[in-house]
């Protein structure tokens, strides 16, 4: 017999995982400032950019990054000066992205074997990345440590494939540990790392400390995403001081350095919360931590790590679209200013399989042509995929549109690249647009050739050639 089955359709439901409903307006907090339009991205008109490159079409400021990594870099260090910085290679992993950041001074964070080649194969050198992640092979494990890369130890059976491959090199290898909490302030992510409250992170630090082929560097904790409340940062760094001053306490060995990981929002907003929902600006973050670590006596105070993503690109990153289709068209013209409640809605040229963040954030959408707000009204805004749930925006306010209209989505730059997929169509371009304007294509728009190329297909399921 089959199941029964629900009447209604219930879409992914929004966990405390990506933040809170609820978000904590802090002080100096600043409202979103959504324009109404976007025709141009830093000087270069949207019709120019598709007419060469093509609808969709990622684009990329490339000023917008290093203002906001300089910010940044200069919120932490003007409070703490003995901050380093990482940048999170998952986030979006396009060379020339990562490239910015690099030569911006950031080292690099990657949790996979995959991107530890990237980071490789850019010219990073191992002592310059940090591989985290719960899912480390043995072969990438024990190819970091030779490199010089610090490793952050995730669980037990990692710690102990450390543990040997560590005693057949002839030096001790720097490790890192992760370690997980509840601030309650933040959802928990036990996840990923030794838990702190039960002991569990002690036992792994006294361990490794024993361990002759072994150096703890590292304290580390990433206490999630899309943090909208700074003092969960202070709790987690007064509570790995904590740890760290009770195996001084016990050992005589104090850990030179406590990681923080990241988790600082953008400007997007999760689906249920208001449009004047006020972000933490950086600097609120960077006296968070910076207020715990000052605390301590000038000598003991550790080298201050962070492993940011999300912060430092999703605002630098757009998604040129086109509309392809009016859906109940008769109807929306007919309730144009009528009210709210039109059935009208547009079908674009992306859809979920380029904006997976979609599914949690309520991606900006602007038309590229001003409107008076009398002259808008409520839509839904489709993705282009064969599948009902491919919804970009179940509501947006927008001005009449044909097909051809193009709309610009922001901020997408975090995530959407590397989480994007080949389905039912081919990935578009991305540009990047320089700081002098010009518009430089940093990964071409996929061909067939490059789904295909790494198939094989039987001799006896070949098609002869007709």
């Given at each position: 017999m089959r199941a029964p089955q629900s009447k209604t359709y219930s879409p992914p439901t929004i966990t405390g995982e990506l933040g809170r409903g609820d978000a904590v307006v802090a002080r100096n907090s600043h409202n979103r400032n959504?324009?109404?339009?976007?025709?141009?991205?830093?000087?270069?008109?949207?019709?120019?950019?598709?007419?060469?490159?093509?609808?969709?079409?990622?684009?990329?400021?490339?000023?917008?990054?290093?203002?906001?990594?300089?910010?940044?870099?200069?919120?932490?260090?003007?409070?703490?000066?003995?901050?380093?910085?990482?940048?999170s290679y998952k986030t979006n992993y396009l060379k020339a992205i990562c490239n910015i950041f690099h030569k911006e001074g950031w080292i690099a964070e990657v949790v996979s074997d995959f991107e530890y080649q990237k980071a490789e194969h850019a010219g990073i050198p191992g002592k310059d990345i940090i591989y985290n992640g719960p899912c480390k092979s043995r072969e990438s494990l024990e190819h970091a440590l030779r490199q010089g890369s610090l490793v952050q130890i995730d669980n037990w059976d990692e710690l102990r494939a450390i543990e040997e491959i560590a005693s057949t090199m002839h030096r001790r290898v720097d490790v890192g540990v992760r370690i997980w909490m509840?601030?309650?302030?933040?959802p928990a992510w036990s996840k990923?790392?030794?838990?702190?409250?039960?002991?569990?992170?002690?036992?792994?630090?006294?361990?490794?400390?024993?361990?002759?082929?072994?150096?703890?560097?590292?304290?580390?904790?990433?206490?999630?995403?899309?943090?909208?409340?700074?003092?969960?940062?202070?709790?987690?760094?007064?509570?790995?001081v904590t740890l760290r001053e009770i195996v001084f306490r016990k050992t005589g060995h104090l850990v030179p350095c406590v990681n923080?990981?990241?988790?600082?929002?953008?400007?997007?907003?999760?689906?249920?919360?208001?449009?004047?929902?006020?972000?933490?600006?950086?600097?609120?973050?960077?006296?968070?931590?910076?207020?715990?670590?000052?605390?301590?006596?000038?000598?003991?105070?550790?080298?201050?790590?962070?492993?940011?993503?999300?912060?430092?690109?999703?605002?630098?990153?757009?998604?040129?679209?086109?509309?392809?289709?009016?859906?109940?068209?008769?109807?929306?013209?007919?309730?144009?200013?009528?009210?709210?409640?039109?059935?009208?809605?547009?079908?674009?040229?992306?859809?979920?399989?380029?904006?997976?963040?979609?599914?949690?954030f309520r991606v900006g959408v602007m038309p590229t042509t001003p409107s008076h707000p009398l002259h808008t009204n409520a839509v839904k805004l489709y993705g282009c995929l064969c599948m009902n749930i491919d919804v970009i925006r179940e509501e947006v306010e927008l001005p009449p549109l044909e097909v051809n209209d193009k709309l610009?989505?922001?901020?997408?730059?975090?995530?959407?690249?590397?989480?994007?997929?080949?389905?039912?169509?081919?990935?578009?371009?991305?540009?990047?647009?320089?700081l002098d304007g010009t518009v430089n294509v940093i990964r071409r728009r996929e061909k067939l050739i490059d789904i295909e190329n790494g198939e094989q297909v039987p001799t006896y399921l070949q098609l002869e050639a007709t």
């Open positions: 959504v324009p109404s339009f976007c025709d141009q991205i830093d000087g270069v008109n949207i019709d120019d950019l598709v007419s060469q490159f093509g609808s969709p079409l990622f684009v990329f400021s490339e000023r917008t990054v290093i203002e906001t990594a300089r910010r940044a870099k200069k919120a932490f260090s003007d409070v703490y000066p003995n901050t380093t910085f990482a940048w509840d601030t309650g302030l933040t990923f790392g030794f838990a702190l409250a039960n002991g569990e992170a002690a036992r792994a630090v006294l361990r490794i400390i024993s361990n002759p082929h072994l150096n703890l560097n590292t304290l580390h904790s990433h206490i999630g995403t899309y943090v909208l409340e700074p003092k969960a940062y202070a709790v987690a760094a007064e509570r790995l923080l990981g990241g988790g600082f929002p953008s400007n997007s907003l999760l689906h249920e919360m208001p449009e004047n929902t006020k972000v933490p600006p950086i600097e609120e973050y960077a006296e968070a931590i910076a207020g715990v670590l000052n605390a301590l006596p000038r000598a003991q105070r550790p080298q201050l790590r962070l492993e940011t993503g999300r912060h430092l690109i999703d605002d630098a990153g757009y998604l040129i679209a086109s509309v392809v289709a009016v859906k109940g068209a008769e109807r929306h013209k007919a309730k144009l200013n009528s009210g709210k409640q039109s059935h009208g809605g547009y079908i674009v040229d992306v859809g979920v399989n380029l904006l997976y963040t979609s599914t949690w610009v989505l922001h901020p997408v730059g975090a995530y959407n690249l590397t989480q994007s997929m080949q389905f039912i169509g081919l990935r578009p371009a991305v540009v990047l647009i320089g």
